[in-house]
């Protein structure tokens, strides 16, 4: 028996730092489409269902847009879809999972999809399904602490799933957003061993194996959503997972699913003029001539000279209407050339000479006299007769 | 540029009119309306009013008598002498003659002034009054215009003078265009952008990015609150639902407990009815033993009371007749002291009546010895009355004589004797002494000492031949006086007839023995009254009245009480036996006294007997009834209830029924004890109230989830989460925008400010040379005063300046602050200094036009002025003053012109010369004028002028002029030597090729120029540079070196091309040795 494991879609995710509306939307129904991307892999891989591992609204309080958006992207995958909320979309009195709206869409659209909102076991046909929903944002209490004593009345053969979500020893996606890191933490290592067959874990957007017995996976986000933060964490896919009944380990193979590029190379110095250019072969290495499907987050550092500066500028703006997004931490220093500095100070100008001089003076101690210098070369270029 | 001569005609009010004008001070003087103005503006007119014209610039010159307006004037400028001769009109015309060139007409003519006199093309057309207005206006102080200001007009010199001091302060360039466009930009976008006080102006680019950050921000704050509402909300319905199935299941849990309770409640009511009437039965019991046991009881009582009664029956008996045989003692030993009592009684009576006799008799004697006494006393009274009575009718006789008539009397008599003395006073006494002849008067004769007082006329006869006729005075008074006697006389003869005397002495003898009677009676009359004092008449009846009363006292006695009385005869033996009777009397009433208490003490013990007898009786009969009374009510009673046994029986058998209904009764409240009642009571109330409480908690918490759920549907069209961190990242975009467009914004400021600082530094310098000048200028009117000129914005002419008297900072007063007179003369030293700067490039001298330019100049300022005016000349300028005060100029050394008053006519051939008759010399020829025709002082102050910078550089250079720069006269230091010195260079200028590059003043001839060999080289250059320590000032530098401006700079910028020297940074700027590491161990020690 074969079923896909993916966790925390985030639909709704409003990647308010991008400025650029367009792109905003861009990348939301980017999120939605590598939903609807599942299809394909259920049917190539004959999966009997999905688990979805909480997350998947990106908020407790969605707008009805977004929840019929879901739905109907859950209702195309063909195959019956099981959920437990995490803590961005937690359940509970009032959540949304109890609103009328997302009932009847639900009903309409995917009629497949079964939300798990209490923590008892869900018999399959060929599974039996162990959900621990969250149902508050913040969960004092472990949420797999029902699974510490083996429910009774669990059907022999049947694999047993356990469907979880929430921080464990390591991996936490709360310490990306510095939460409360002691909310909705799981331990492992208190369920009985040899009780359960599979963990399926949502919450940390990477995917990784995180415990071998009972084996324990997160799935990550099948789209990612941020820049990636070191080796270990590697979003963009979904588990497939193949199990042969109660007692037996399952087989887990990750499929990559990513569609968007988040790059965020290492820092950049920056010289002189060749440094730039070097820049600029990176970039187009790195980007190609893809628009709108990646982001770019770059950390500049060093000292050109104003023209360069210029120059630097153009280049980032290019890249900048190219990309869904470009973070720039802009730390290269402006430093004039000799011929720059000649150009203000040995002008048809005194005054500017003078002035130029001063604040060149400075420069070599002041940072605003730097700025200031570099303002008064725009403002010469921008003025000159 | 100097003036030399002029020759107006047919201009306005001047027909022909030449003046000489080549002095260093010209003082043109005459009468108002005498021309001056109209000379001055000739002057002016000739210079830069294009000749060919017709419009009102032209018209107002033509003269009233006819003719065309013509001017010539003769001129040195550029080094040669020129003359300008202009006819103005339509078809005016322009000849210059330019010495050693060939002479140019119309406007070649105008064009070559123009050029010679550095000014723009010749004032023509509309525009020529403006122009004329302005032009050289720092030069040309017109009258009525004397306290405006120099810079006012200074439009055309702006160039020109910028560029000299450009030169003088050694900038090259002042301000180039990027610098202008910059600044301008700036100042705009600063103005544009920021308010006074640095925060962003309303409209502003930047205060709307503030805006739109400001709208981001309250976009922000409303959709978290939002959000923390709907999260507030999903909290709320959380709880709620919490509380409501915890409610829910409290409720039921107490349902339960309570249902389980009520049974427990049931059961004790139960036991609680049983043990009501258990108590019942007890009490009834027990009520029925009481009864039973009461009649046995009052039955025993009975019994007990009379067996009591018959038991004390005996004692009582005979107790009451002991009580009987005590009364009848207590009576026997009454009886017995009653009589005794009764006997003594009687004798004291008895005692008490003979002491009353025997006193009553003592009393009797006593009255007999007063009446007595009495009786003697009272015939001796009468013999005393009758006695007095003998001497009554004597006394009354002599009644009338008292006292009061006595004084009576002698008053009368008195008045009679006075009478008789007025009345002789007033007749006449007549006294016969003696007669020798019959005297008679009135008939009466008088005899021989017989004197007659004559109160009346009469007749007195002597003899019987004589009669004399005597009449006494004052006849009236004399009637009066006699009148008065007679009265008197009558009344006292009245009195005495009234009295029965004979006379006074008669009534006074008579008095006295009434007096006498008088006193014997009184006398007999107190030893009566003595008499009748000592034992009065009533006295004697009150003591036989007593004495009757005694009698019968004493004989007052008990017929039946015998015992004999004796009355002694003697009053104390009387006493004596009275006193003994009483005595006896004391002695009875005691036993009487004593006897009396005996009989009381044994009646009130009879008395006591009595009662206790009584009482005796009484208890024993009592007794008795008593016992009858008890009897047949315990007979009763037994009939009733039975005897002893049946009532022990009886009592015993209810006592057992009372002790069951008891134990019964007790088992049942230990059973409802152990139940807990209290408890259970106060448990079902809990429970009732819990039940209550819980219910109305549901119903709290179903009413919260229905709010929550009511707020959490009514977002569902949007998602709040989201649109917080969508408000919150466009606010933080707006910020960063806001903040990177005010860093910038600031930016542009502070380059702006660096901008104009640094044309604020080189308008400092720039001014400095002009300041230094004006400093000098403004020394002979201010010791202290400064001037500082103020620059425009765009900082590339002069605005304005003001002044500082007293040469400390801040006390700046701006131009137009000043009174007129100090504007006149603060204006002048300005004109002077620019003059001075200006002149440099027109051969180091301009004329200066002073119209009618002191009018607000007191006394002291005037001389002050003159010294100023002086100093000017001394510096190469040409000074022009016209006035109608020439007595105020006498020490002014200039070249004076008067213009006569009226208008002159056409002028003859001859008559030239005629005005200027004090000139020493004669009017130069148009054209033709030379220095030889100066007179000698004039002469000496028209050396060449010293080089402007050596009389700016120190104020004590001024002493010596030429010194440095003229050394012909140090050698020849003669008066003689300057025309000559003059001459010179006119000659050379002459031969000059045009255009010559000479930039100072042509008055200084190539000749007398240092040779280089001389004149400092690049190498004393550098060395001078070095002691003063590699660095110096141009101006120090230059001083040093000694050497002029010129030489100085040509120098100054070899050595820079060549890279040796630098410039430095300074206000007045500086130039440095090169640092060249391989040249400076060459440097010499």
Not at chain 2, 283 to 303: S, W
Not at chain 2, 640 to 665: L, S
Not at chain 2, 1000 to 1017: F, I, K, Y
């Amino acid at each position: 028996m074969k079923f896909l494991h993916t966790a925390d879609w985030q639909i709704g995710k409003p990647f308010e730092s991008i400025e650029d509306p367009a792109k905003r939307e861009r990348l939301r129904s980017a999120r939605l489409e590598s939903i609807r991307a599942l299809r394909p892999l259920v049917e190539e891989h004959g999966a009997a269902f999905v688990v979805v591992c909480g997350d998947l609204f990106d908020s407790s309080l969605p707008d009805r847009a977004t929840v019929s958006a879901l739905c109907g992207a859950v209702g195309s995958l063909g195959v019956p879809v099981y959920s437990i909320p995490g803590n961005h979309d937690f359940g509970g009195p009032g959540s949304l999972w109890e609103e009328e709206f997302f009932r009847a869409e639900r009903t309409s659209l995917a009629p497949d999809w079964q939300p798990l909102l209490a923590p008892r076991p869900h018999p399959l046909a060929d599974a039996v399904l162990l959900p621990c929903p969250l149902l508050r944002r913040h969960e004092a209490l472990d949420p797999t602490q029902w699974l510490r004593t083996v429910p009774e009345d669990l059907p022999g053969d049947l694999p047993r799933l356990v469907l979880a979500h929430g921080s464990t020893q390591g991996f936490s996606s709360e310490k990306d957003e510095n939460s409360a890191d002691a909310a909705n933490r799981i331990d492992l290592a208190h369920l009985p061993a040899g009780a359960y067959d599979y963990v399926a874990l949502g919450d940390w957007h990477g995917t990784k194996q995180v415990a071998d017995n009972p084996p324990a996976w997160y799935a990550g986000t099948p789209e990612p959503d941020r820049f990636p933060r070191g080796e270990d964490n590697r979003p963009g896919h979904v588990l497939l997972v193949e199990t042969d009944g109660h007692g037996v380990p399952p087989r887990v193979t990750p499929i990559s699913t990513a569609r968007i590029g988040w790059h965020a190379p290492d820092p950049v110095s920056l010289q002189g003029p060749e440094d730039l250019k070097a820049l600029a072969e990176t970039l187009a290495t790195l980007l190609g001539p893809r628009t709108d499907r990646d982001l770019l987050r770059l950390t500049l550092e060093g000292a050109l000279g104003l023209a360069e500066l210029d120059q630097l500028r153009d280049l980032l703006e290019t890249y900048h209407a190219r990309l869904l997004s470009l973070e720039v931490d802009q730390r290269v220093l402006p430093e004039p050339t000799e011929e720059e500095l000649h150009s203000l100070t040995g002008g048809e100008d005194p005054l500017i000479a003078r002035v130029a001089r001063t604040l060149a003076e400075e420069a070599g101690t002041d940072p605003a006299s730097r700025e200031l210098l570099r303002e008064l070369y725009l403002q010469v270029r921008a003025h000159s007769p | 540029m100097r003036l030399l001569s002029a020759r107006i005609q047919h201009y306005r009010i001047h027909e022909d009119l030449r003046v000489d004008l080549d002095a260093d001070i010209v003082l043109l003087h005459g009468p108002n309306e005498s021309g001056k103005s109209t000379l001055a503006e000739a002057l002016h007119h000739v210079l830069f009013l294009a000749a060919k014209g017709s419009g009102q610039s032209h018209q107002r010159l033509a003269s009233l008598r006819g003719g065309t307006p013509e001017v010539e004037l003769t001129l040195e400028a550029g080094g040669r002498r020129h003359t300008v001769r202009k006819r103005f009109g339509p078809s005016g015309t322009t000849v210059l003659e330019s010495e050693g060139q060939t002479a140019r007409q119309g406007n070649a003519a105008e064009e070559a002034l123009a050029q010679l006199l550095q000014v723009g093309e010749a004032a023509a057309g509309r525009s020529a009054e403006k122009i004329l207005d302005q032009r050289w206006a720092h030069l040309w102080v017109r009258q009525g215009d004397s306290h405006s200001s120099p810079t006012d007009r200074l439009e055309e010199a702006q160039g020109p003078l910028r560029e000299r001091l450009q030169d003088l302060a050694d900038i090259d360039l002042f301000q180039g265009p990027t610098d202008r466009a910059l600044l301008e930009a700036l100042a705009t976008e600063v103005r544009d952008t920021f308010k006074d006080n640095g925060q962003p102006k309303k409209n502003s680019a930047l205060q709307q990015l503030e805006d739109q950050r400001e709208a981001a921000a309250t976009a922000l704050r409303k959709r978290e609150a939002t959000l923390a509402e709907l999260r507030g909300a999903q909290e709320d319905l959380v709880q709620a639902t919490a509380d409501a199935d915890r409610h829910a299941e409290a409720e039921r849990a107490t349902a339960e407990q309570r249902k389980a309770l009520g049974k427990e409640l049931a059961r004790i009511e139960e036991l609680r009815a049983q043990l009501t009437e258990k108590d019942r039965l007890l009490n009834d019991a027990r009520q029925q033993k009481d009864a039973v046991r009461e009649k046995d009881k009052q039955i025993r009582d009975l019994e007990k009371q009379i067996g009591a009664l018959n038991e004390k029956a005996a004692p009582l008996r005979s107790k009451s007749a002991e009580r009987e045989e005590q009364a009848r003692l207590a009576n026997t030993r009454a009886a017995r002291a009653r009589r005794t009592r009764e006997s003594a009684r009687r004798r004291a009576q008895d005692c008490r009546q003979r002491a009353r006799a025997l006193a009553a008799h003592a009393e009797v004697l006593q009255l007999d010895e007063q009446i007595r006494e009495g009786e003697a006393l009272h015939r001796a009274i009468d013999e005393l009355q009758q006695e007095a009575d003998a001497l009554t009718p004597t006394l009354e006789s002599l009644q009338s004589l008292h006292d009061d008539a006595l004084a009576q009397l002698r008053g009368k008599e008195l008045r009679v004797a006075t009478a008789s003395a007025r009345l002789k006073a007033y007749g006449l006494q007549l006294s016969v002494e003696t007669a020798d002849r019959p005297l008679a008067w009135n008939g009466e004769t008088l005899a021989p000492g017989e004197t007659r007082t004559i109160t009346d006329a009469g007749e007195l006869t002597v003899g019987d031949g004589t009669r004399l006729r005597l009449a006494p005075g004052a006849a009236d008074d004399l009637q009066q006086a006699r009148e008065e006697h007679r009265r008197a006389e009558a009344d006292y003869r009245e009195e005495l007839a009234r009295l029965g005397v004979s006379d006074l002495a008669d009534a006074e003898a008579k008095g006295r023995r009434r007096a006498e009677l008088e006193r014997q009676r009184e006398e007999l009359g107190g030893r009566i009254r003595e008499k009748q004092a000592r034992f009065p008449e009533d006295a004697l009846t009150k003591a036989r009245t007593q004495r009757e009363e005694q009698v019968q006292r004493r004989e007052a006695r008990t017929p039946e009480d015998p015992p004999p009385l004796t009355f002694a005869d003697s009053l104390p033996a009387a006493r004596e036996a009275h006193e003994e009777a009483e005595r006896a009397t004391i002695e009875a009433e005691r036993e009487e006294e004593r006897t009396e208490a005996e009989a009381a003490a044994a009646d009130a013990d009879e008395e006591e007997a009595e009662r206790l007898r009584k009482a005796a009786h009484q208890e024993l009969e009592e007794q008795q009834q008593t016992l009858q009374t008890l009897t047949p009510q315990r007979d009763m009673l037994v009939k009733d209830h039975g005897d002893e046994a049946h009532r022990t029986a009886a009592i015993a058998k209810v006592e057992e029924g009372v002790r069951v209904h008891e134990r019964a009764a007790t088992a049942l409240r230990q059973q409802l004890e152990e139940l807990q009642p209290a408890v259970r009571e106060q448990e079902r109330e809990r429970l009732d109230a819990a039940l209550q409480s819980h219910r109305g908690n549901l119903d709290e918490a179903s009413r919260r989830q229905g709010i929550a759920r009511g707020q959490l549907l009514g977002h569902e069209t949007d998602d709040p989460e989201r649109e917080v961190r969508e408000a919150r990242a466009e606010y933080e975009r707006r910020a960063a925008r806001c903040e990177r467009r005010r860093a910038e914004a600031e930016r542009k400021q502070e380059l702006l400010r660096l901008l104009r600082e640094a044309r604020r530094e080189t308008t400092a310098a720039l001014s400095r040379p002009l300041e230094e000048r004006a400093v000098k200028y403004l020394r002979h009117l201010f010791p202290k005063g400064r001037i500082q000129l103020e620059w425009s914005e765009e900082g590339d002419s002069f605005k304005g300046f003001s002044l500082d008297r007293s040469g400390g900072a801040g006390s700046h007063l701006a131009f137009a602050d000043l009174s007129h007179g100090t504007r006149e003369q603060v204006g002048l030293a300005l004109r002077l200094a620019l003059a001075e700067i200006l002149a440099a490039s027109h051969d180091g001298a301009l004329p200066v036009v002073l119209d009618d330019a002191f009018t607000h100049a007191d006394r002291d300022r005037i001389e002050q002025l003159k010294n100023l005016l002086f100093t000017a000349s001394r510096e190469g300028l040409q000074i022009l003053l016209l006035t109608c005060h020439p007595e105020n100029y006498d020490q002014l050394g200039g070249r004076e012109i008067a213009l006569p008053a009226a208008p002159r006519r056409a002028p003859t051939a001859d008559a030239p010369a005629s005005p200027y008759a004090n000139d020493s010399g004669p009017p130069g020829s148009s054209g033709t004028g030379g220095p030889a025709a100066e007179s000698a002082p004039v002469a000496s102050f028209s050396s060449p002028a010293p080089a402007p910078d050596d009389a700016t550089a120190d104020p004590s250079a001024e002493a010596i002029p030429s010194a440095e720069t003229v050394p012909p006269a140090e050698t020849d230091p003669s008066a003689q030597a300057t025309p000559s010195a003059e001459a010179t260079p006119f000659a050379e200028a002459a031969s000059a090729p045009p255009g010559s590059q000479t930039p100072s003043p042509a008055a200084e001839p190539e000749s007398t120029r240092p040779s280089p060999s001389d004149g400092p080289t690049p190498e004393t250059f550098l060395s001078t540079l070095r002691q003063l320590g590699g660095q110096a000032g141009n101006q120090k530098l230059r001083t040093t070196l000694g050497c002029d401006e010129p030489t100085y700079h040509s120098l100054r910028h070899t050595l820079l091309q060549e890279g040796r020297i630098e410039t430095g940074r300074g206000r007045g700027g500086t130039v440095r040795i090169t640092h060249n590491p391989n040249q400076e161990p060459t440097e010499p020690a």
